[in-house]
């Protein structure tokens, strides 16, 4: 009703006679389309309507025809081409001026869910072209739009990949996932980490074919001490082991180091940082060291029951070397995966 438009549109304003501001902001946009003897703005009934033409264009009309004609489609290539038209219509929110008006809430998430639906149907479409490029290109413009959404990124690291751009898909992986846990607390799924060990082998690949894969292993062959890995790296480094160890029979040692304090302050986690360190220039090449919260995890491949127990004697003096100034306690508990007397 005519009554309810000004509190609507200007909710922060206090008319004394709203009618009157009403009838004025209707004279004003009136005024504002050609005089071709056809009211556009019809008031009837108490309420004013817009009196369209057939040759009328709004964007919205025209966002909704093109997606409906691109659901319509059989063929792919002509739903992608309604698709990509769509998708460029879209330059972000619904009346973004009216950002705080409550009768604008439900219209704006509807284009927008529109849109987002409409970016992963063409995503989809063109991954069956192994169209990789294109995808980059939709992906970077609609991150530029609405850069929380987890699906675009994963398809965006995924195509980065394919197309063998190892680093420039390393670094949106930090970009990416810092963001989302900034601003939503959201650490990374199980897709996006899926996808990380994907970006560090590409990085090995990527590397033995830049610089050859001799001076690749040359360089690996100086590296002293233990090999530190991330945890979703150790993971599968553990069942590959497993799955070696129950081949040849040899033995490997899985140690769960547990390191709980009171009060961790920033110099406990440099303390800490310190005792990992030394863990890793002592041990050696062949052992692989990783951090999980307070938790420490070792391979230990070849090693006799024996050899271990004399280990993680040197490893606790290590840690109270280390952390002794502070009240903590070590938790160690030590597996065999394979023993080479069980087979």
């Not at 909704?64 to 691109?70: F, H, V």
């Not at 739903?79 to 973004?96: E, F, H, R, T, W």
């Not at 197309?163 to 897709?191: D, E, F, W």
């Not at 009240?327 to 508990?333: A, G, S």
Request: proline share 3%; glycine share 4%.
């Amino acid at each position: 009703m005519a009554e309810t438009i000004p509190e609507m549109l200007w909710p922060e304003r206090d008319y004394a006679n709203p009618r009157r501001a009403l009838r004025t902001a209707i004279y004003r946009l009136r005024h504002l389309f050609p005089d071709d003897g056809r009211a556009r703005i019809v008031f009837s009934q108490g309420c004013y309507r817009w009196e369209g033409k057939d040759n009328d264009w709004l964007d919205t009309v025209e966002f909704t025809r093109l997606l409906e004609q691109a659901s319509s489609c059989i063929d792919n290539e002509e739903s992608i081409n309604y698709l990509q038209k769509a998708i460029a219509l879209y330059q972000g929110d619904y009346l973004p001026e009216s950002a705080y008006c409550e009768w604008a809430i439900p219209t704006r998430h509807y284009y927008r869910r529109l849109y987002l639906e409409a970016v992963q149907k063409l995503i989809s479409l063109l991954q069956k072209q192994y169209a990789h490029q294109e995808i980059i290109k939709i992906c970077e413009k609609t991150f530029a739009i609405e850069p929380f959404e987890e699906d675009i990124h994963l398809a965006y690291l995924k195509s980065l990949l394919s197309c063998k751009k190892i680093q420039q898909a390393r670094v949106h992986y930090q970009y990416a996932t810092t963001m989302l846990y900034k601003n939503l607390g959201v650490k990374p799924s199980p897709a996006l980490r899926a996808v990380y060990q994907q970006i560090q082998a590409g990085n090995i690949l990527e590397t033995a074919e830049t610089d050859g894969l001799q001076i690749e292993l040359a360089q690996t062959s100086k590296t002293q001490g233990a090999f530190y890995c991330q945890w979703d790296f150790f993971c599968n480094l553990l069942n590959l082991e497993r799955r070696r160890a129950e081949r040849t029979g040899h033995p490997v040692m899985l140690v769960l180091l547990k390191l709980a304090c009171e009060n961790i302050d920033e110099e406990y986690q440099r303390a800490q940082r310190r005792f990992i360190d030394s863990l890793v220039n002592n041990l050696r090449k062949g052992d692989v060291v990783s951090q999980k919260n307070e938790h420490i995890a070792l391979l230990l491949p070849g090693l006799n029951n024996k050899q271990a127990e004399t280990l993680l004697g040197r490893i606790r003096k290590q840690c109270f070397s280390q952390l002794g100034q502070y009240k903590f306690t070590l938790k160690i508990n030590m597996e065999t995966l394979l023993a080479a007397q069980s087979r």
